[in-house]
Structures are given as structure tokens and as C-alpha cells.
């Protein structure tokens, strides 16, 4: 390898090493909507107390850590249309971290991004047209948005926000409450079904801009499971939601909050710390239960080789995200010349994959074994992924002299 790629590969490490040290200074842009940020409620609060920003600004400021936010309204789709941001939030009691008309993006110092897809697209998958714009996919739309933001701001933590779906009623809400039967219908969609679609999500990212170690916060499943399985009946339906949106009191963004608090500054809330009284009496009562109950949902949700989903605490081994097919890639290192080979019934393309998430060639084969050339192209570490319906496996490979 050679002295500037070796280079390069130190500086790419040095910034994961970082990236693994848990942050006490969470400077945060959120690409967002209401499920993040819900303003005007329907019942006014006194603050901004239906968004998660001022809940994860009160915990902060319990746990002695520093927190500034910012961000906009829009869904994927307009979001990556409107590159630079627009800076649209800002919060009775939280420092704005960065103002679009006062200073460029770059010099903002963010290290943390936010980003949630709308709540009503999950019958298509991630990798398919958007619904709302069939010229991209959900993936390649995030792809375009972390991408501008890795080429304005380095060591930058990036993260899903898995929020909860729209709700299938047969009479509308407001003014008829929804059946038990609906209620519990739509816990178990958002557990299931729904989460799998955004853990899908995650998993296609993780493929796609391997060297920016995507995490995946899981908000709507672990709310879900919360009312449904810790607190059960405790909590009348109108007092945690407004609409079948669903739009949330403040009840709902404070057990948001709470969650993804713990997820971006990788710790517990302190146990001193109790929410104003708009937050509902049971979700106070049993606040000890339910926090122990969320950081221990968030430290068991992993990949299959055990890596967190959701913690910096380690760079993701992207080889282990999707089953391999029994797939074997050899030799590796190797001097530009390798061989595929695995158990493929259909056809599948490769794709090779610079650390900087770049495709430089893109392969379709539907051989049982497959010679690869690379001899063309620089030292250094690439990602091979291989995939078709059936299967997706990334494996990282060396090139060397």
C-alpha cells in the first residue's frame, strides 16, 4: 500500500476511534417532521413540550451535559432537494446550533445528525421508488443527504430515528377512540412489522455508506412495547395522542425524548430526574421501571454478530449485517485479482465500494463462482457487496501490492 493510502486509512480510523467515545457535547441537526417536532399542538403547552428536542434539553440539563439543536420540516424527499438546510427550529430553551443566514453549515461544528421517513410509505421498501417521488428511493435519498453532510463536517454521528406509523381506524379519531382491538392491532404493527422495515432501513445504509456507521434509534417499537407491556391500561389513549397521524401529547415526546436521549449520549437518564407534571401521572410513577426497561431494550438491540444497532461504542462489522448465502471471498488480501463463490440460485450483482461509499464498478453474474479484476484500480481497502432478492453480504477486502 502506499504511503498517502495508508495515510488516508489512518485518518479513516482515527476518525471511527472517535466516533467510539461516548459524547458529552451533542450538537445536534435534525432532518425531520412532526413525529420529531410537533408544533402547534392541538392543546397548547407551555412550552415545546410535544417536541423530543425539549425533553432530550431537560435530561440534558439534569445530566450536567450540553446540548444544542436545530433543524427543519420536510420529508426525504424535499430534504434532499434542499441542500443546504434551512434551519427552520428553534426552542424556548434550547441553544440554536446553528443560524442558515449568520454562518455556512461547515463552520456549525455539528457532530450529530437526526434524520426520519415518513410514517405512511412503509408498503414500499426502503431501496423502491418513494412514494411521494418516484425518481428516488428512501435509501438513495438519504444517501444524498449524509453524503453533503459528510462533505461539509467530519467525525459527524449519524442516526435513524424509527418513529411509529399512521393508524388504521375504522372511525376517525378525533372524536371516537379507537377499539382496544385497534389499539393493540397497531402496538403490534409497530413492533413488527414496521420496526422490521426500518432495521431494513439501517441494514441497506450500513451496506451503502459503510464508513458512516448508520445507527438506528428504535422509538415507535420500544414506546409501543412501554404502553402495551409495562404499563398496560394505565394511560388513557387521549393522553398520549392527538390524532390517528398520530400526533403526540406531550406524554408521547417525553417517552420519545427519554429514549433517544439515551441512545445519542449513550447512557441512562439520571435517577434524579423527573419530568413536569404534563407528562401523566403513571409515566411518573413508574419512571425507574420504564427507564431501566428502555436502556436495556436499546443494549439489546444488535446486529447478528451482537454490534449495536444504536451505540457508538463500536465500527459495525458491515459483513455480518444480512446472512452470507455461505458466500466466501478469497484470497483476501489479495493483489487485485479475487474469486467469488456461494450458494446463488438466482442472479446477483456485485458492487465494488470505495471507503467513501463511491461505486466504482458495478458486476451482474449469475455464475456459481466469479473471477474479479481490480488490478486497475488503487491499494487500499474496498467494500465487495453482493446481492439480489434473496441475499445482501458485504465483505471488506484489501488491495495491496
Known sequence: ??????????????????????????????????LIDHRPPLIATPSDETTILHWINDIAQEAGRDFSTGGQYGFLTSHDDTLPPDSQWGYDNIPSVWD???????????????????????????TSPHPLDNSTTVVQATETIFDWVNGQESN?????????PEMDLQNAYPP???????????????????????????????????????????????????????????????????????????????????????????????????????????IRDNLGTIRNFIWAELNNFNLPNGDSRVFYNSNLRVDDVQQSNNIRLFPNPNNGTFNISGNFTDAYTVNIIDVFGRVYQSIQSDLPSLNIDLKNMSNGLYFIHIYNDKVSYTKQILKTE
Open 156 to 164: 459527524v454521528r449519524y442516526y435513524i430515528y424509527a418513529n411509529w
Open 100 to 126: 442558515a443566514s449568520t454562518e455556512p453549515f461547515a463552520d456549525a461544528d455539528i457532530n450529530t445528525i437526526l434524520i426520519t421517513a415518513a410514517n405512511f410509505i412503509q408498503y414500499e421498501a426502503s
Open 1 to 34: 500500500m502506499k504511503k498517502h493510502q495508508i495515510a488516508t486509512l489512518v485518518i479513516f480510523l482515527v476518525g471511527v476511534n472517535f466516533l467510539n467515545a461516548q459524547i458529552q457535547n451533542v450538537k445536534m441537526y435534525t432532518f425531520g417532521h412532526s
Open 176 to 282: 371516537t377512540v379507537p377499539t382496544q382491538t385497534e389499539i393493540t392491532d397497531f402496538h403490534n404493527l409497530t413492533i413488527g412489522e414496521f420496526t422490521d422495515w426500518w432495521i431494513t432501513y439501517q441494514d441497506n445504509m450500513l451496506l451503502s455508506r459503510p464508513q458512516l456507521n448508520t445507527r438506528l434509534i428504535p422509538v415507535g417499537a420500544i414506546i409501543s412495547k412501554i404502553i402495551k407491556n409495562i404499563i398496560p391500561n394505565q394511560v388513557p389513549f387521549s393522553e398520549l395522542y392527538e390524532d390517528s397521524a398520530p400526533h403526540g401529547r406531550a406524554t408521547l415526546y417525553f417517552i420519545a425524548g427519554m429514549i433517544t436521549y439515551m441512545a445519542i449520549y449513550g447512557e441512562n437518564i439520571p435517577n434524579t430526574y423527573m419530568p413536569n407534571n404534563i407528562v401523566h401521572q403513571a
